[in-house]
């Protein structure tokens, strides 16, 4: 397997429970990453600690396909 070149990766740490939503403060930051990291090799990494499953992996896929996206176990 080829490794990837990546000039810069991005490392996003999500937090909802019944309390407190981010997907929506995710999708901002999604929407405002998605121009500039087009210019330029990258990766987004997200770690999805929510205990929810509010459709956070479907709508960040939406902006990057090749997101890696790690969903806390348990």
Do not use: C, W
């Amino acid at each position: 397997m080829q490794k990837k070149e990546i000039d810069l990766s991005i490392i996003i740490i999500s937090l909802s429970t019944e309390k407190y939503h981010t997907k929506d403060s995710l999708e901002v930051t999604l929407k405002t990453l998605k121009p500039t990291l087009a210019k330029i090799k990258s990766e987004v990494i997200l770690v999805d600690n929510s205990t929810l499953d509010d459709g956070t992996f479907k709508m960040s896929k939406s902006y990057f396909p090749d997101i890696v996206y790690l969903k806390r176990g348990g």
